[in-house]
């Protein structure tokens, strides 16, 4: 009998890595769920026995025995008539190990089918990890022919087109999808591209989690056969939701299915600096967090998101003033404290500096006071941080923006001191950006208070460290709305000094920030994790050594000799235009 009607479920779930037996707890959880909606079938994501991603945690013997355990107990399940099940995990098959997906019904694993695209490039190292799989065909789950590719096999046509051409239905697509600026975008894009050619329906299932830098932000969906956008689910949030389809004439099509709307921008940005801070410390079993609240924006932000990731009890704010502390520094953190609801002390710091400094006096006989002198502060609070945190468990939240990680306006062993840093991949210009907007918005899982929690002085002030008297930021950096400009296309774009100048910027001052950049490269190795919000953030994306002598000296862009190749030598046989 022809199938006319099939009721999907999307299990767009948080696992932990490597908590294999939780995370089936999780899968059962979903499968109850989805049998009292009425499923046939659910769909869960990529890896989702193991976590993802998992790295070399996969390559260990008794992991992989962990998952296939897991599996085998799960099929079992499968044979009181409930929705049948698509999963992923690691699949040692040939002795090769697989990204795989699994489809679970009637009390046996029917089908396994393998990843064949493994990603290399950002925060993906597959390749390193996996072997690929064979072209795939569709697997027949009760009547209807479902095409499973796993995330980076849409990214190319490949898959998709064996798929349909080996008579899949329906394309479920298990991801592990990392949040960056604009990935809602490129998904929709890539995914309406293999829709396009196929003539297929498209379901897209992510996970939703932090897992170290990396931020998963769910935002799954469903694509009907025309491109039509079927279904969207609530980004940053757990569910589960069956869609029902049905079969006409034309194929499969959704007849019924809830459509969210995907936050954007800054809000997105923010709920994801939330997720990433909240599972980094919940994962880690921390009881809570503690940070030093100095009355300055990065500590503030940084505070907003730790309450609203944690609630208010779980977050302890220390002022650590010193005689370069302003009056109106104090204020405004004891007013933030208040509005956000935390625990608040005051630790001066004056005889731990002071006694630091008697120590170190014959030494420093005969010199200057300097930078030096300046980062004693950084570091005393740094360590007072740290002793808290060794007393009582509490993590301790890093504040530093990626402006500052940038260019080195950091001390090292001070105010870089801790476990995970909520706001690392956010130039200053954006964490500005983001105290406004929390003023006025806040997510919709967020445990923070409603209203202003960042004080106005707070964000209106100039920045400073106050490690001197009278200290601002722009004493040693560019003001932030160009630093960030040069910054963003170092960065983000390697873009050419050359390039940058024609926008406008000062020569010297690109120069300048482009040297900063590259020796500030050993403190990033140093940095604690935090979380992933552009396209190219410090460690996971870009990799750069820190013994590096190369410099962009600013010169037109090279055009090369082709006076110099042999025939086909470096151009593939044909004319290019060399540009190294």
Not at 17 to 39: F, M, P, S
Not at 155 to 178: H, K, M, Q
Not at 304 to 331: I, K, N, Q, W
């Amino acid at each position: 009998m022809t199938t006319t009607t099939f009721r999907i479920a999307l299990a767009q779930l948080n696992p932990t890595l490597g908590d294999v037996d939780g995370n089936l707890e999780l899968a059962r959880k979903a499968r109850a769920e989805a049998a009292a909606q009425g499923a046939d079938l659910v769909l869960y994501t990529e890896l989702f026995l193991a976590g993802y991603p998992a790295e070399d945690l996969v390559l260990k013997p008794a992991f992989q025995d962990a998952c296939r355990a897991a599996l085998e107990r799960l099929a079992r399940e499968t044979a009181d008539g409930g929705p049948a099940v698509l999963i992923g995990l690691p699949f040692v098959e040939n002795g090769r190990l697989h990204n795989s997906y699994a489809c679970l019904d009637g009390g046996r694993i029917t089908a396994v089918r393998h990843k064949v695209d493994l990603p290399n490039y950002g925060p993906f190292d597959e390749k390193r990890v996996f072997e690929p799989g064979p072209l795939p065909g569709p697997i027949m789950i009760r009547g209807v022919r479902i095409g499973a590719p796993v995330c980076e096999d849409i990214w190319g046509e490949e898959v998709v087109e064996c798929l349909a051409e080996t008579g899949a239905e329906i394309l479920v697509v298990p991801n592990g999808s990392p949040y960056w600026r604009g990935k809602t975008d490129e998904r929709f894009s890539v995914a309406a591209a293999r829709v396009t050619e196929s003539g297929l329906p498209m379901i897209y299932v992510n996970q939703v989690c932090g897992q170290d830098e990396l931020v998963f932000d769910g935002a799954s969906f469903a694509l009907q056969a025309d491109c039509a956008l079927a279904c969207m689910l609530p980004s940053f949030q757990e569910c589960v939701v069956t869609t029902t389809w049905e079969r006409g004439p034309d194929g499969w099509r959704c007849a019924e299915a809830p459509r969210h709307v995907a936050p954007e921008g800054g809000e997105a940005d923010y709920a994801a600096c939330v997720l990433g801070l909240r599972d980094y410390v919940e994962k880690n079993r921390f009881p809570g967090v503690v940070l030093g609240l100095s009355g300055g924006i990065d500590s503030a932000l940084c505070a907003a998101m730790a309450v609203d990731a944690l609630g208010a009890e779980r977050v302890h704010c220390v002022m650590l003033p010193y005689r370069y502390t302003a009056s109106t520094s104090l204020e405004d953190a004891a007013a933030c404290a208040k509005a956000l609801g935390v625990r608040y002390d005051i630790l001066p710091i004056a005889d731990a500096v002071e006694g630091a400094g008697r120590v170190l006096e014959p030494l420093f006989a005969g010199t200057e006071p300097g930078i030096t002198e300046e980062n004693i502060q950084s570091r005393t609070r740094g360590t007072l941080l740290m002793a808290i945190s060794n007393k009582f468990g509490a993590m301790v939240v890093t504040t530093g923006n990626k402006s500052e990680m940038s260019v080195g306006y950091s001390t090292l062993y001070g105010d870089m001191n801790g476990g995970f840093n909520p706001v690392k991949d956010l130039y200053k210009t954006e964490v500005f950006a983001l105290s406004h907007l929390r003023n006025r918005w806040k997510p919709a899982v967020a445990l923070g208070p409603d209203g202003i929690v960042i004080p106005e002085r707070i964000i209106t002030k100039p920045p400073t460290a106050e490690l001197r008297e009278n200290q601002t930021d722009q004493d040693s950096l560019p003001p932030y709305e160009a630093l960030d400009d040069i910054l963003s296309m170092l960065v983000e774009g390697e873009t050419r000094v050359s390039d940058i100048v024609a926008r406008g910027h000062d020569p010297e001052i690109v120069r300048k920030v482009e040297r900063l950049l590259y020796i500030a490269e050993y403190k990033r190795r140093q940095a604690a994790p935090g979380v992933k919000v552009t396209r190219r953030s410090f460690g996971r994306d870009r990799r750069y050594p820190i013994v590096n002598r190369f410099r962009d000296t600013g010169g037109t862009a090279f055009q090369g000799d082709e006076g110099l190749y042999a025939d086909g030598a470096g151009t593939g046989g044909s004319r290019v235009d060399l540009d190294f």
